[in-house]
T-cell receptor, first 113, second 115 residues
Framework: AQTVTQSQPEMSVQEAETVTLSCTYD???????LFWYKQPPSRQMILVIR??????QNATENRFSVNFQKAAKSFSLKISDSQLGDAAMYFC??????????FGSGTKLNVKP | DGGITQSPKYLFRKEGQNVTLSCEQN?????MYWYRQDPGQGLRLIYY???????QKGDIAEGYSVSREKKESFPLTVTSAQKNPTAFYLC??????????????FGEGSWLTVV
């Protein structure tokens, strides 16, 4: 089974500043997909960004970008110009070749005004 | 509107009772999933199904059962054998073929409390 590790249980960032959330994973597969999901207090899971492992270019979605290091099995999320609405739990996820999704334990992001 | 509907949103169960959580999707997705989330924890996979009439156990399947008789529906039964069922349950679905976005979409979740 694959494992996804988020080593930062909680982080804080000042509004308008930049923050990076870390994620590492363990796999023997060469082709896979990685995701970041946001879970606000409502508990609704919202897709933030996704990355295909075969693509070397890092994915970006507006203020959100990733640093994908395949050899290091690292997949960090950078949030630029942080906003109050970014406060939530963030989960890193891995999709394997058997179509199973694995989630990390999450990082709680606090945004200070 | 297209999406995933979970019901009920809140459910209370007495010890020793079985309960069934409903999950319906009108996205024409092949694969469906059930996850459990405990307070302050990540998501753990209970069961998943890639096609109708087929499903596989996830990491914490003991005490749970599912069926997949229709493409749109993937109900989860929490049996009395599940010793600590109080949790938040999330249903999800996605297109089966890889490369088709591969995004997993979630319902709004169901809270189950044992009283």
């Amino acid at each position: 089974a694959q494992t996804v590790t988020q080593s930062q249980p909680e982080m804080s960032v000042q509004e308008a500043e930049t923050v990076t959330l870390s994620c590492t994973y363990d796999t023997s597969e060469s082709d896979y997909y990685l995701f970041w999901y946001k879970q606000p207090p409502s508990r609704q899971m919202i897709l933030v960004i996704r990355q295909e492992a075969y693509k070397q270019q890092n994915a970006t979605e507006n203020r959100f970008s990733v640093n994908f290091q395949k050899a290091a099995k690292s997949f960090s999320l950078k949030i630029s110009d942080s906003q109050l609405g970014d406060a939530a739990m963030y989960f890193c996820a891995y999709l394997d070749n058997f179509n199973k999704f694995y989630f990390g334990s999450g990082t709680k992001l606090n945004v200070k005004p | 509107d297209g999406g995933i509907t979970q019901s009920p949103k809140y459910l209370f169960r007495k010890e020793g009772q079985n309960v069934t959580l409903s999950c319906e999707q009108n996205l024409n997705h092949d694969a469906m999933y059930w996850y459990r989330q405990d307070p302050g924890q990540g998501l753990r996979l209970i069961y998943y199904s890639q096609i109708v009439n087929d499903f596989q156990k996830g990491d914490i399947a003991e005490g749970y059962s599912v069926s997949r008789e229709k493409k749109e529906s993937f109900p989860l039964t929490v049996t009395s054998a599940q010793k600590n069922p109080t949790a938040f349950y999330l249903c999800a679905s996605r297109i089966r073929e890889r490369g088709s976005g591969n995004t997993i979409y979630f319902g709004e979740g169901s809270w189950l409390t044992v009283v």
